[in-house]
């Protein structure tokens, strides 16, 4: 089992940056494809970004591309979100997940195949 915490979320103005970490417990973190969703209030939760266990491949959703960036330190058992230009819309709850996965290239975008999530940080952006 793999527990996960965020942490790096805030307040920051349009057209800041902001960088959020998730840590992960256990010995096999580089077993789990990752994935960073958001979910603002009275919405769903969406998936923001993901990456493959061994990190070479990525996805991100287009409303993000460009300026949000996701990377992974196996060694140090974290995943990372770096978020430029932020904008308002970017204003939601974001959580990391994790799922065991035997492919390492395979990247998850459907947040039913994730077995475990983080409780969430907020990130706020100012017009």
């Known amino acids: 089992q793999v527990q996960l915490v965020e942490s790096g979320g805030g307040l920051v103005q349009a057209g800041g940056s902001l960088s959020l970490s998730c840590a992960a417990s256990?010995?096999?973190?580089?077993?789990?494809?990752l994935g960073w969703f958001r979910q603002a209030p009275g919405k769903e939760r969406d998936l923001v970004t993901a990456i493959s266990r061994s990190g070479d491949n990525t996805y991100y959703v287009d409303s993000v591309k460009g300026r949000f960036t996701i990377s992974r330190d196996n060694a140090k058992n974290t995943v990372y979100l770096q978020m430029h230009n932020l904008k308002p819309e970017d204003t939601a709850v974001y959580s990391c997940?994790?799922?065991?996965?035997?492919?390492?290239?395979?990247?998850?975008?459907?947040?039913?195949?994730?077995?475990?999530w983080g409780q969430g940080t907020q990130v706020t952006v100012s017009s």
């Open positions: 997940a994790a799922r065991r996965d035997w492919s390492s290239s395979r990247i998850t975008t459907s947040y039913r195949d994730y077995e475990y």
């Open positions: 256990g010995r096999t973190f580089s077993s789990y494809a």
